[in-house]
């Protein structure tokens, strides 16, 4: 099975701080990585599909990047409502696996 | 508007079964492989099991192998989950999704086993 290893597991960031979490394979995924935004209560949000792809209705300043094991998403100016956790996704190949999730907070 | 409404959780004793339904609409249904995928409580997320979009093909998690059946009905644009000989690390939300990306998530049944 294909482990992803996300870090930090907890951030605290003031609004309008550039935000990056990562998370690292532990092989190679071809760029075959989520990330999803759960607020609490909530289901799973996609945010961005296949390393950089920003899903429909995101705001832009979501974006991701990476490639072979090691993948990075950055949030370029922090808002309120991004108070959430975040995960990331390896559809690559099954049992497709989760990162263990950053639970983002305000400062 | 895609949509994936979950039904069919509770309360249930170990060892028995369970059969968890997930209605979608929006989109057209038998074009998607589907996906069951479960958060236990203050836990993360791990995927449970797929079906191809005609529904020739599953895929299981190791841990529920034997005990989970993944089925759909194209016709009435639903995708089911039969969950048998439950167990306590059962306990969980469940969500279906759209298995393209993973893109779209129903709301999340809970499943409770417990004595």
């Known amino acids: 099975d294909i482990q992803m290893t996300q870090s930090p597991s907890f951030l605290s960031a003031s609004v309008g701080d550039r935000v990056t979490i990562n998370c690292k394979a532990s092989?190679?995924?071809?760029?075959?990585l989520n990330w999803y935004q759960q607020k609490l209560g909530e289901a799973p949000k996609l945010l961005i599909y296949n390393t950089n792809n920003l899903q429909t209705g995101i705001p832009s300043r979501f974006s991701g990047s990476g490639s072979g094991t090691d993948y990075t998403l950055t949030i370029s100016s922090l808002q309120p409502e991004d108070v959430a956790t975040y995960f990331c996704?390896?559809?690559?190949?099954?049992?497709?696996?989760f990162g263990s999730g950053t639970k983002l907070e305000i400062k | 508007e895609v949509q994936l409404v979950e039904s069919g959780g509770g309360l249930v004793q170990p060892g028995r079964s369970m059969k968890l339904s997930c209605a979608a609409s929006g989109f057209t249904f038998n074009n998607y492989d589907m996906a069951w995928v479960c958060q236990a409580p203050k836990k993360g997320l791990e995927w449970v099991a797929t079906?191809?979009?005609?529904?020739?093909?599953?895929y299981y998690r190791d841990s529920v192998k034997g005990r989970f059946t993944i089925s759909r009905d194209n016709a009435k644009s639903t995708l089911y989950l039969q969950m048998d000989s439950l167990r306590s690390e059962d306990t969980a939300t469940y969500y279906c999704?759209?298995?393209?990306?993973?893109?779209?998530w129903g709301q999340g049944v809970m499943v409770t086993v417990s004595s």
């Open positions: 999704a759209r298995q393209w990306s993973f893109d779209y």
């Open positions: 996704l390896q559809h690559s190949s099954r049992p497709f696996t």
């Open positions: 092989q190679n995924i071809n760029k075959y």
């Open positions: 079906i191809s979009y005609d529904g020739s093909s599953t």
